[in-house]
């Protein structure tokens, strides 16, 4: 009997509106961008009504055909792939919104497959993080980058090139998972990942499971641009439209690195994942060189997308580091800086289009002090974002840091706290060296003057959805010890 | 050692492929080749499924042996699961160098060359 259909519905919100898009947008293209923000929409609100429901009663296993497995397939809707949905799916709400008039200018007449390819990506997105089942989990992400590959292509010139590269290694990253995925299944004989939990600790030290293991990370570290496999991330970021920037930039990541937590935390369970070799250990070094990496490199650009690329590498490295801890707190503090950077991300490459929508760059030497006065409000999101990613209290990345913090000193990891303080610093040399330019650089002279009439914001549908993501930062920053709490009860420890 | 060898001489061949596959994607300059390498690794994957799951001699798989139903000696069926699995791997393969061609004519127009150092060269201009 099942109870609520709740999880294969909002994967099918996103089939349905895959091919209402197209449906509609060959018809009006102007269609596509109000079909995309509804189907987002809804998908998000069911996410959002599933966590709620979760809160109260506990994990859902929704059986295909009311098949159970291992026979039949399933999709899981516990804790954490809750919690993962419901960031996606919002935030991807909120870009699909705002990106109505990036899309018109950055490339007029081909918003309609940018919106079904969007919808698609989500898909294969929400497909990832609600299976049960292995090979299931290739095909979504196989379908989330596919179409990925297909929305970096839309840009600039070198932007098929850098999509390219992206193909080659993230597919190869892929074979590499499914390729563990059949070193498992022989040893065990399932798919399921709930039962394939069960019967692996009867495998302790097979070298097959180490194998696949190792395969698993390496693969998934790919698609997450987990150091040194983050090649593909800086050019793709950098030379796609910003509407695709600001919708994968902020979720693509992390959904990979949901699977490193099912994969590590859930299937394997941490004792599991030690035993051979320190991996956690292992992984938490390159995440911690990452973290470092990103945010040096980021220094160095001059170009605000491609600052905001490298950011994301350095980033990402903390939420896979909480991981790596496997400490409650380290797992918190990882997970809420999921919900965080996915919403200071976003934000961020949502000025980043604002600034291209209005002045045609987004080139970090020539912002000056006139873009305080046209762009009041932009720079104000900008503002809290950017502090927020230094990790300034209140502000919601502030209590990542200090959970990442609590769990690296329970864990007497000396190291990787100091990797967490250098790294803060360093966010702040990158990020103020903006904010010094935008509120204290004088504009260069024999340029005119700018002043306080002269306001130029960005029109009120994209300035809405990056007021509102600021400023939950904010309330985030606030509320964390709600949300810590919750995410405590998710953790497998 | 040399049983360990043959005995298993299909995984060998599938870690062999495996092997150029990666040689190709990492060290061929010319981005169709690098595509080609792709191919060929993702195949590796497929035929070590395949692979995994053949039995040589007179096996069957166990919908097609109804007589016998419930299946009592699982020596006489191969698992036909892997198998069924590959069909998918290989649709999302093709889809993959669907995708992956698009974007080589996508280039190609844009700079006339497929050519990694010449177009990273054209990149620095």
């Not at chain 1, 008039?101 to 969007?118: D, I, V």
């Not at chain 1, 696949?212 to 641009?225: D, E, F, T, Y």
């Not at chain 2, 000696?73 to 061609?101: D, E, K, Q, R, S």
Request: glycine share 8%; hydrophobic share 55%.
């Amino acid at each position: 009997m099942i109870e609520s259909h709740l999880p294969a519905t909002i994967a099918l919100i996103f089939v349905l509106f895959s091919v209402l898009i197209p449906a509609f947008g060959i018809w009006r293209s102007e269609l596509s961008q109000p079909l995309a923000v509804l189907g987002s929409g809804l998908a998000a609100a069911f996410s959002i009504i599933g966590f709620i429901q979760y809160l109260s009663d506990g994990a859902l296993r929704y059986y295909f055909g009311g098949w159970e497995p291992p026979v039949g397939i399933e999709f899981v809707y516990d804790g954490l792939s809750g919690f993962f949905i419901m960031v996606i799916n919002t935030v991807a709400f909120f870009v699909f919104i705002h990106s109505h008039h990036t899309a018109k200018q950055e490339f007029p007449g081909k918003e309609m497959p940018y919106y079904a390819l969007g919808i698609l990506m989500l898909l294969g997105f929400n497909g990832m993080v609600l299976t049960g089942d292995l090979f299931n989990l290739y095909v979504f992400l196989e379908i989330a980058s596919l179409s990925g590959y297909a929305l970096i292509a839309i840009g600039d010139r070198q932007a098929p090139y850098a999509a390219f590269r992206y193909l080659i290694i993230g597919t190869a990253g892929g074979t590499l998972y499914l390729l563990g995925v059949g070193y498992l299944y022989t040893v065990t004989g399932t798919l399921n990942i709930i039962d394939m939990s069960a019967m692996l600790p009867m495998l302790y030290e097979s070298n097959a499971v180490f194998a696949a293991l190792i395969l698993m990370i390496v693969g998934i570290g790919v698609k997450a641009a987990l150091f040194p496999m983050h090649g593909w991330l800086p050019d793709s970021y950098t030379y796609t439209s910003s509407s695709s920037a600001a919708l994968i930039a902020p979720i693509g990541t992390k959904v990979a690195a949901y699977i490193l937590f099912r994969i590590m935390l859930w299937l394997f369970g941490i004792e599991l994942t030690d035993a051979m070799a320190p991996v956690t250990l292992f992984v938490g070094i390159l995440a911690a060189i990452g973290i470092l990496y990103g945010s040096v490199m980021a220094i160095a650009q001059n170009e605000l997308k491609r600052m905001l690329a490298y950011s994301s590498v350095s980033q990402i490295g903390y939420i896979i580091m909480g991981l790596s801890l496997a400490n409650p707190w380290g797992f918190a503090g990882a997970l809420l800086h999921v919900l965080n950077h996915a919403v200071m991300k976003a934000a961020l490459f949502m000025i980043s289009g604002q600034l291209r929508l209005r002045e045609g760059h987004s080139d970090i030497s020539r912002f000056d002090d006139s873009y305080r006065k046209k762009y009041p409000w932009t720079m104000a999101a900008f503002t809290v974002a950017a502090i927020s990613m230094i990790g300034l209290p209140p502000l919601a990345g502030f209590f990542s840091k200090w959970y990442l913090v609590l769990g690296t000193i329970d864990n007497s990891n000396w190291i990787f706290l100091a990797v967490i303080l250098i790294s803060s610093l360093l966010n702040a040399v990158y990020f103020f060296r903006i904010l010094e330019k935008v509120y204290m650089m004088n504009p260069a002279k024999g340029q005119k003057s700018v002043s306080d009439g002269d306001r130029n914001e960005a029109p009120a549908s994209m300035m809405i959805p990056t007021l509102i993501l600021s400023g939950s930062l904010i309330v985030i920053g606030f509320a964390n010890a709600v949300i810590v709490g919750i995410l405590l009860g998710i953790a497998p420890f | 050692m040399a049983d360990f060898f043959m005995g298993h001489y299909a995984y060998w061949f599938t870690i062999i492929l495996l092997c150029i596959g990666l040689y190709g994607i990492l060290f061929k300059k010319n981005l169709i080749k690098k595509t080609i390498g792709l191919a060929i690794l993702q195949i590796s994957v497929v035929l070590f499924f395949v692979s995994v799951a053949s039995k040589s001699g007179d096996v069957t798989v166990p919908v097609r042996d109804q007589a016998n139903f419930p299946v009592e000696i699982a020596a006489n069926y191969l698992n036909p699961l892997p198998h069924t699995l590959m069909l998918t791997a290989i649709v999302v393969g093709v889809a993959t160098l669907g995708v992956a061609f698009t974007l080589l004519i996508a280039i190609y127009n844009r700079y006339n060359t497929l050519d990694e150092q010449e177009l990273i060269e054209q990149f620095d201009d």
